[in-house]
C-alpha cells in the first residue's frame, strides 16, 4: 500500500504540473507577441540576399504588402515587398531549429540510456522523439506556406522547385527517421530490447542533423533555399520577434516534453499499483481457499459432469427403452 | 557481461584475428554449401535489369540514358543489398547461432567485423556479375557513347566507387539487419531504417557515378571530391555502428 500513498502524494505535489502550466502561458505569450511584432514592427526587407524576397512578379493576391509600401524599382531590379514570406520567417526558422536541438536531445539521451540502462532515459527519449515529430510537422506546414508565398510552388502546383529542392528533401528523411523510429519500436518486443533498438537508431539517425544543416550551407545548387539570414544581418526590428519567438518556441516545446514524461511516469506508477492490487487480491483469496478462477473452472467441471450423467442417464434410459 | 567474455577469449588464447577468420570461415563455407544468398541476390538484380529494360522500351533511340544510368546502377544494387543483408542474419537468428556464438568465447566487435565482412564480399561477388551486363545493356548502347559524344571515365573509378558503396552499405547495414531480424516486420524494418541512414551516402554516390559514367571535362574534380565525402561517412558510421553492435547483441 505503500507505493499508492506515493503515487497519492505525487499527484498532491504536482511539480511538473505546475512548471508545464506555467513554461506554456509563458510561451504562448511570448509567441503571440512575436506574432504580433512580426505584423506591427517589423520592418520590410527586401534586399536580394536575404530571406525576405519574393522574387517571383507573379501575381499573388492576399499575400504582398498593400501597393502603398512597394518599394518599386531599385538598382535594375523589380522587387515587390513581400509580406506573407516575410512574416512566415518568424515562425519556421525558430520551429526547424528547434526540430534539431530537440532530435539531438533524443540521441544524447539514447546515449545516457545505453551507459546507464535506466529505463527512464529511454522514456525521455522517446517523449524527446515525439516533441521532434511536432516541431518536424510544425516545420513543414510553416515551410509549404512560405513555399507558396515565395517559390509560386504550391501544393496545387507541385512545381519542380519543390521536389527537387535539397534541403526539402533531406529534411523529408529527418521525417522519415522519426517515423521509422516509431514504426520500430512497435515492432520490437520486450521492453529492454525494444528499448536498446531504439536508442541505437536514435544515435545513428542523428546523422541527418549536420547533414541537414550543412548540406545547403555547402552546395551550390541549393540555391532556392535561403540560409543566408543571419549573416546578411537583420535590422533590429526584425531580429526582436524573432529571438522572442525562438524563446516562446522554446519553453512551449519544454512544456509538453515534460507534461509528457510526466504522464508516461504516471502511467507506469498506475500499471505497478494496479499489480500489486492484483497480487494482494489472489493471495487474499487465496488464503480463502478459493481462487475466483478456481471457482470458474470448478462451475465448468460441475456443468460438464451434470451434462455427462443426464446424457448417460438419457442414453441408458434410451437403451432402456430399446430393449 | 561483455567484459566477461573478452577475459573468456583471452583466457583461452584465441587471438582476434584467428576468431575473426573462423567466422567468416563459417559464414563462406555455409555459403558454398547451400550457394543461397548470392544466387538469390544475383538472380534479383538480373530481375531488376529485365525491369529496367521494360521500363525504358519505349524511350526512343534519341534518350541520353547516360544522365541517370548513375541512378539506375544505384537503385539496382541498394534493391539487391537489402535482399541479402535480409536474409545475412536469417540462419543466426532461426537456428539459434547467435546464441551460441554468445557463449562461444569470441569478442563482440569481431561478430560484427566478421558479419559485415561476409556481406561485403557476397555484395562485391554480385556486383562483379551484375555491373557488366547492366553496362553492356543500357550504357554501351546508349547513342552518346556510340557517337563519342559522350566519354566514359577508367573503369577503376567505376569500381572505387562501387567499392566505397558496398562498405557503407555492408558496414551499416549489418548493424540495421541485427535490429531489423528481431524485430516482427523483417523486411519492412529494414527497409524502414536502412534508406534513410543511407540517403547522405546514396546522394554522394550517384554524383560520383554520374561524374564517371557522363565524363567531360573536369569530371575527376567531382570524382575525388565525392569519393572523399563517401569516405569520411563510411568511417563516422561504421565507427559509430562499431561501437553500437555491441549494445544490441544479446539483449
Known amino acids: ?323 | 557481461m561483455a567484459k566477461a567474455k573478452s577475459t573468456a577469449a583471452t583466457r583461452s588464447n584465441i587471438s582476434g584475428w584467428r576468431q575473426y577468420k573462423a567466422l567468416l570461415k563459417k559464414d563462406i563455407a555455409q555459403e558454398l554449401r547451400t550457394k543461397e544468398m548470392v544466387t538469390s541476390m544475383g538472380l534479383y538484380g538480373m530481375l531488376v535489369l529485365v525491369i529496367y529494360y521494360i521500363a525504358l522500351s519505349q524511350a526512343g533511340t534519341g534518350f541520353d540514358i547516360t544522365l541517370i544510368a548513375a541512378g539506375l546502377l544505384l537503385l539496382m544494387i541498394v534493391f539487391t543489398s537489402m535482399l541479402g543483408l535480409n536474409r545475412s542474419l536469417i540462419h543466426e537468428h532461426d537456428q539459434g547461432q547467435l546464441e551460441a556464438l554468445l557463449l562461444a568465447p569470441i569478442d563482440r566487435p569481431i561478430i560484427f567485423l566478421a558479419k559485415a565482412t561476409t556481406n561485403f564480399l557476397f555484395l562485391a561477388i554480385v556486383q562483379v556479375v551484375v555491373v557488366p551486363f547492366f553496362y553492356v545493356m543500357f550504357v554501351s548502347s546508349s547513342p552518346g557513347i556510340i557517337r563519342g559524344d559522350v566519354d566514359p571515365g577508367p573503369w577503376w573509378m567505376l569500381a572505387l566507387i562501387l567499392f566505397l558503396g558496398s562498405i557503407g552499405i555492408a558496414g551499416v547495414g549489418t548493424l540495421l539487419a541485427t535490429i531489423s531480424v528481431n524485430s516482427k516486420g523483417r523486411d519492412f524494418i529494414l527497409a524502414v531504417l536502412f534508406i534513410p541512414v543511407m540517403y547522405p551516402l546514396l546522394l554522394v554516390l550517384v554524383a560520383a557515378l554520374t561524374a564517371v559514367i557522363t565524363g567531360g571535362s573536369g569530371f575527376e574534380a567531382t570524382f575525388w571530391q565525392m569519393c572523399a565525402a563517401a569516405a569520411a561517412y563510411n568511417a563516422v558510421v561504421i565507427a559509430v555502428a562499431f561501437a553500437l553492435y555491441d549494445y544490441i547483441l544479446g539483449v
Open chain 1, 1 to 323: 500500500m505503500s507505493k499508492l500513498q506515493e503515487f497519492a502524494k505525487s499527484f498532491t505535489q504536482k511539480r511538473e504540473l505546475q512548471i508545464t502550466i506555467v513554461l506554456a502561458i509563458f510561451g504562448a505569450i511570448l509567441t503571440t507577441a512575436a506574432f504580433v511584432m512580426a505584423f506591427t514592427s517589423a520592418n520590410m526587407q527586401y534586399h536580394d540576399t536575404t530571406v525576405t524576397v519574393d522574387y517571383l512578379l507573379e501575381d499573388k493576391g492576399a499575400l504582398l504588402a498593400p501597393p502603398a509600401q512597394q518599394v518599386g524599382v531599385d538598382e535594375g531590379f523589380v522587387y515587390i515587398t513581400p509580406w506573407f514570406s516575410q512574416k512566415i520567417f518568424y515562425f519556421h526558422v525558430p520551429i526547424a531549429q528547434l526540430s534539431l536541438v530537440v532530435f539531438s536531445l533524443a540521441a544524447i539521451f539514447g546515449i545516457i540510456f545505453l551507459r546507464t540502462r535506466n529505463p527512464n532515459y529511454d522514456l525521455r527519449s522517446r517523449i524527446a522523439m515525439e516533441t521532434t515529430l511536432i516541431f518536424t510537422l510544425g516545420t513543414m506546414i510553416t515551410g509549404s506556406l512560405w513555399t507558396r508565398a515565395s517559390w509560386l510552388n504550391s501544393w496545387g502546383e507541385l512545381g519542380s522547385t519543390l521536389l527537387s529542392e535539397p534541403r526539402l528533401v533531406t529534411y523529408t528523411v529527418m521525417l522519415m527517421f522519426v517515423v521509422a523510429y516509431f514504426v520500430l519500436r512497435k515492432s520490437v518486443e520486450g521492453e529492454e530490447k525494444k528499448a536498446t533498438y531504439s536508442a541505437v537508431f536514435a544515435i545513428l539517425a542523428w546523422i541527418i542533423v549536420p547533414f541537414s544543416f550543412l548540406y545547403t550551407r555547402l552546395t551550390q545548387e541549393a540555391a532556392a533555399h535561403p540560409t543566408d539570414a543571419v549573416n546578411t544581418g537583420m535590422d533590429p526590428s526584425n531580429l526582436l520577434p524573432f529571438i522572442v519567438c525562438i524563446f516562446g518556441m522554446m519553453m512551449l516545446g519544454y512544456a509538453i516534453y515534460i507534461l509528457r514524461v510526466a504522464e508516461e511516469k504516471k502511467r507506469t506508477q498506475l500499471e505497478e499499483i494496479k499489480e500489486t492490487i492484483e497480487d494482494s487480491l489472489s493471495k487474499a483469496s487465496k488464503a480463502k481457499g478459493v481462487n475466483a478462477t478456481n471457482q470458474y473452472s470448478a462451475a465448468v467441471v460441475l456443468n460438464k459432469t451434470s451434462e455427462k450423467q443426464s446424457s448417460d442417464s438419457a442414453q441408458s434410459a434410451s437403451k432402456d427403452g430399446g430393449e
